[in-house]
């Protein structure tokens, strides 16, 4: 089955970190560009970190030097290292290839919420 779960989201106080993962499995994960995403209530689904197969790696404006995305291959695997988070980070976030919803559907993602 061609999926991608999620996992790791959760409640942490404003200047906290998280890591989520987001495990593929299907596909050819090796090969393509996986990025996490986030949704906050009410507002679109934003790309905030990529990761491509050349293991480089972007950043929306919004959570650079913040957040850190990495990919293991070998277990099919993304991570997203989340640091110094605060309310405007709550949301839920997503993995899936570049461009989204093509090679793996969307998952259910992992809410992050950010609050004291």
């Known amino acids: 089955q061609v999926q991608v779960v999620e996992s790791g989201g959760g409640l942490v106080q404003p200047g906290g970190s998280l890591r989520l993962s987001c495990v593929a499995s299907?596909?050819?994960?090796?090969?393509?560009?996986m990025g996490w995403y986030r949704q906050a209530p009410g507002k679109q689904r934003d790309l905030v970190a990529t990761?491509?197969?050349?293991?480089?790696?972007s950043y929306a404006d919004s959570v650079k030097g913040r957040f850190t995305i990495s990919r293991d291959n070998a277990k099919k695997t993304v991570y997203l290292q989340a640091t110094s988070l605060n309310a405007d980070d709550t949301a839920v976030y997503y993995c899936n290839a570049i461009p989204p919803n093509v090679l793996y559907p969307w998952g259910q993602g992992t809410q992050v919420t950010v609050s004291s």
């Open positions: 990761i491509a197969s050349d293991y480089t790696t």
């Open positions: 299907g596909g050819i994960f090796g090969i393509r560009g």
